[in-house]
C-alpha cells in the first residue's frame, strides 16, 4: 500500500527524531559512563615511561600504579624507564607519542614543574603538550646522611657547613628535580655554601651515599628507607610541613629552625595531548577508583608518599601551581641549566 505524501513526510520525520535521540542517548552514557566510546581500550599493552632511572621515587610510584591498572584492564602495563636530562628525556619521548592511549607519563614536580623553568630548552611544553590525567600521590623529600656524618641535626649541619665553606659535598638527584632544588632551596635560606652533586637519579645518589662517596644527600624515601632501617643511612629531616608516618621520630625543616620550608613532591599521570577525551576520562575514572582503595593507599604509605586523587582539571590546576612556585626559586636564585 502506498503511503500519502504526507504520511510518508511524517514517518521520515519521527525516525529523524529517534535517531536523533538515540545518539543523544549514546553521548549522555559515555559521558556518565567512562570507556563506553570506547569499549576496547586497551586491548594491547600500554606503555608507562618513567623519566627518571630505576629505583628512585618516581620509579617506584610508577610501578604500583602499572602494577594495579594491570589488573584492572587485564592489560600488561609495562614501565619504561627513560632517565636523562633531569627527566626531561622521558617526558619528551611521550609529548612526541602517538595521542592513543598507549604510551602514558609518571609526572612528577621536577619534569612538569621545575623543568620548565631551570632548563634552557626542555622541548616540551607542560600545558599543552599533554593530557594530564589525574593525580596519584604526594611525597617529601629527607635529608639523608652516612652513619659516619657527624651532623646529627639541622642546626649541627649548618654550622659544620659554615666552619668548612665550599669542603662538603651534597648529593642530589638530577638538575632539576624536587631533590636538587630543595638542596638549593637549603642552600639559599641557610647560607650555607656546599658542593652540590647532582645524580642522574636518587638510586645512584643513594648508592654513592651509602659507600661514603658523599656524606650527605637530599632524596626520596622509598630507595633509602631499607638502609634506614638497618642502621646504614641516617634521615636528618623531612621536608614536608609534617611528619611521615614512616619516620614518625624524624623532625621536619620547619621544626629544626627552618620555619615555612615545605618541599613536597606530587606525582600524576599524563597522556599525549590530543589523545581522546574518552580514554583520558576511563584512565582518570580508574586511577581515582584504584586510589581510593585500601590496598593502593597502603602500597604508597609504603612508599613513603600520601594518596591523592583528582580530576584531570584539578590536575593540570596543580601542574600550573607548581610550576609558578618552583619557577619563582629558580629565578630568583638565578638558576638555568644549558
Not at 665553606?165 to 650555607?192: D, H, I
Amino acid at each position: 500500500m502506498r503511503l500519502a505524501a504526507g504520511a510518508r513526510f511524517a514517518l521520515q520525520a519521527v525516525h529523524r527524531a529517534a535517531t536523533a535521540a538515540l545518539v543523544l542517548a549514546a553521548t549522555l552514557l559515555a559521558a556518565v559512563l567512562p570507556g563506553f566510546a570506547t569499549a576496547d581500550y586497551p586491548n594491547r599493552p600500554v606503555t608507562l615511561i618513567v623519566p627518571y632511572p630505576p629505583a628512585g621515587g618516581v620509579d617506584a610510584m610508577a610501578r604500583v600504579v602499572a602494577q594495579k591498572l594491570s589488573e584492572a584492564f587485564k592489560q600488561q602495563v609495562i614501565v619504561d624507564n627513560r632517565g636523562g636530562a633531569g627527566g626531561t628525556l622521558g617526558a619528551r619521548a611521550v609529548a612526541n607519542a602517538k595521542p592513543d592511549g598507549y604510551t602514558l607519563l609518571l609526572g612528577h614536580t621536577g619534569a612538569m614543574s621545575i623543568n620548565p623553568s631551570i632548563f634552557k630548552n626542555i622541548g616540551y611544553d607542560p600545558r599543552e603538550d599533554f593530557e594530564p590525567i589525574g593525580l596519584v600521590a604526594s611525597m617529601p623529600v629527607a635529608l639523608l646522611a652516612h652513619p659516619s656524618f657527624p651532623a646529627k641535626s639541622i642546626g649541627e649541619f649548618i654550622a659544620l657547613a659554615k666552619a668548612q665553606p665550599g669542603r662538603l659535598n651534597l648529593g642530589t638527584s638530577a638538575v632539576g628535580t624536587g631533590g636538587y632544588m630543595c638542596a638549593e632551596l637549603f642552600k639559599a635560606l641557610a647560607g650555607v655554601d656546599v658542593a652540590i652533586i647532582p645524580y642522574k637519579g636518587t638510586g645512584p645518589a643513594i648508592t654513592d651515599l651509602l659507600g661514603g662517596h658523599v656524606p650527605v644527600a637530599f632524596g626520596v624515601l622509598p630507595p633509602a628507607l631499607g638502609s634506614i632501617s638497618s642502621g646504614n643511612l641516617r634521615a636528618i629531616a623531612v621536608t614536608s610541613l609534617q611528619r611521615t608516618s614512616l619516620l614518625p621520630d624524624v623532625p621536619t625543616f620547619d621544626e629544626s629552625g627552618m620555619p615555612g620550608f615545605d618541599a613536597v613532591l606530587h606525582y600524576g599521570l599524563l597522556a599525549p595531548a590530543g589523545t581522546p577525551k574518552e580514554i583520558v576520562d576511563q584512565l582518570n575514572f580508574e586511577l581515582r577508583r584504584l586510589v581510593a582503595t585500601d590496598d593502593m593507599k597502603k602500597r604508597i604509605y609504603a612508599e613513603g608518599g600520601d594518596p591523592l586523587t583528582s580530576t584531570p582539571a584539578e590536575y593540570a590546576a596543580d601542574i600550573d601551581k607548581e610550576e609558578k612556585k618552583w619557577g619563582a626559586l629558580v629565578r630568583k636564585l638565578g638558576l638555568k641549566v644549558e
